[in-house]
């Protein structure tokens, strides 16, 4: 989990800060510096690295059609935003569906 964490350090940190090269190169290292802290947490949740890839997936799908019907010009803020919230949610929505029905059948309401 934290080398997919790692690569999705690199495709953020590297299209958030402009600058050229030196730029893009500076922003891919800090992205992958600071996200694989967040695959490790999420893969001690018990996250799985083929939701959490799913869902990055569609989250930058997301963001990237959110950019171009918007105002038709692609955005790689809108993109970093859709991965990284879609990756936190594919990695993290098995675990609360089991934790629900969990909760469901020891509650007398569920019963």
């Known amino acids: 989990m934290a080398a997919l964490w790692l690569g999705f350090g690199i495709v953020v940190g590297s299209g958030s800060v402009g600058g050229g090269w030196i730029g893009i190169l500076s922003g891919a290292i800090a992205g992958a510096l600071v996200l694989p802290w967040l695959g490790v947490l999420l893969g001690l949740l018990g996250g ?64």
């Open 48 to 111: 799985s690295v083929k939701d959490c890839f799913g869902g990055a997936v569609a989250g930058a799908l997301v963001g990237l059609l959110f950019g171009l019907l918007d105002n038709g010009a692609f955005h790689f803020h809108n993109f970093n935003l859709g991965l990284m919230i879609g990756g936190m949610m594919g990695a993290t929505f098995v675990l609360l569906l089991a934790l629900k029905q969990r909760l469901l059948q020891r509650s007398p309401v569920g019963r």
